[in-house]
């Protein structure tokens, strides 16, 4: 296992994480579609990621309503010192008004729920989940900050954020000199480039850690799919179209996919996820799984080297269009040719 250091922190994470979305869920929909681990399974899974010198797993609250930290909580056990271990807040946790969001009340609320789940008396990642249109940054970033100093988190994070809106939480803690985000997590596959566009570059710019989750783009990326509806029949994506795909543009970028992986003797998914941790900037990325087997095939991306060739044909199947303002400011070396 090759090791990245968590933002501008002194911790160093696993290139590839466990994301632990398959715990739980038994037959209630949507999260028995999902996985539907229970706790012997998700005890195999665990074991299999430790084993291979992972050190960071990430869950959610929301995950199998609680199921998924209390498995995960469980199967840990003594390994619990083990590991980095990361959750998240922000969803609809019950029927109350105030269970939800991200105010003071719930961030404290939330975060009790999940140390009580989760069976330990510190969280290492603690991230918010959404964006909060309601609740101040201040409040919430307090909120967290009494959390740290009181031992109960020891960093804090942010999901699915806009680069704005992540500049906004990163402006409230230096203006009111509380804990700062030191990562996101974020979807980013070879189907699903659009953080390339401000996050990404706005996240190398403030230091923070990305951690990227579905990079085989829930599946689509698998080697499992093809234009002829080949691994359509009960799969998880023919039930959920998530993360949304285009599918003639994902199918293209299968096809290049199954070429560099002939060239290299390695799986389809091996090579797409090989594609994301050579991306600058990416720190890990989260893969999860439902059999033992299919998370070893996918640990082994952390050891394929895809050469100059490689990234620039999957380039090539993948790239967006350039937005504006790109291509209004041109390169930088055309700008400032003295300078770069």
Not at 41 to 68: F, H, K, P, Q
Not at 99 to 113: F, H, I, M, P, Y
Not at 163 to 184: C, P
Not at 309 to 326: F, M, T, W
Request: hydrophobic residues 40%.
């Amino acid at each position: 296992m090759q090791y990245e250091r968590l933002g501008a922190t002194g911790v160093f994470v696993s290139r590839i994480a466990l994301g632990t979305m398959t715990f739980g869920g038994g037959t209630n929909p949507p999260w028995n579609i999902i996985g539907g681990l229970d706790d012997k399974a998700a005890d195999e899974i665990v074991g299999v990621a430790l084993d291979a010198g992972v050190n960071l797993v990430d869950t959610a609250d929301i995950y199998a309503g609680g199921e998924c930290e209390e498995i995960l909580g469980r199967v840990l056990g003594s390994r619990r010192r083990d590991v980095l271990l990361a959750t998240k807040l922000f969803g609809r946790m019950g029927k109350g008004p105030n269970e939800v969001g991200l105010s003071r009340s719930w961030v404290t609320q939330a975060l009790e729920d999940s140390l009580r789940r989760l069976g330990t008396d510190h969280i290492d990642l603690y991230q918010i989940h959404s964006f909060d249109p309601l609740t101040p940054p201040e409040e919430t970033l307090s909120a967290l900050d009494d959390a740290v100093r009181q031992g109960k988190i020891r960093y804090i994070g942010a999901s699915n954020l806009a680069a704005w809106q992540m500049m906004k939480y990163l402006g409230a803690a230096e203006l009111h000199h509380l804990s700062r985000f030191v990562s996101q997590q974020v979807y980013y596959s070879l189907a699903g480039r659009d953080i390339e566009r401000e996050i990404l570059p706005m996240a190398v710019d403030r230091k923070l850690a990305t951690l990227v989750y579905s990079p085989l783009a829930g599946g689509f990326l698998s080697g499992k799919f093809d234009r002829t509806g080949a691994g359509d029949a009960g799969s998880r994506r023919a039930q959920a179209d998530v993360p949304p795909v285009d599918p003639e543009r994902g199918y293209d970028i299968v096809d290049a996919l199954r070429v560099v992986a002939e060239r290299h003797g390695a799986g389809v998914a091996q090579v797409a996820i090989a594609w994301t941790l050579a991306q600058p900037g990416v720190t890990s990325a989260i893969v999860g799984a439902r059999r033992p087997g299919q998370l070893s095939d996918t640990l082994a991306a952390v050891d394929l080297r895809l050469t100059g060739d490689d990234l620039k044909e999957l380039d090539a199947a993948s790239a967006l269009p350039v937005p504006y303002p790109d291509w209004g400011q041109g390169r930088p070396a055309d700008r400032f040719p003295a300078h770069v």
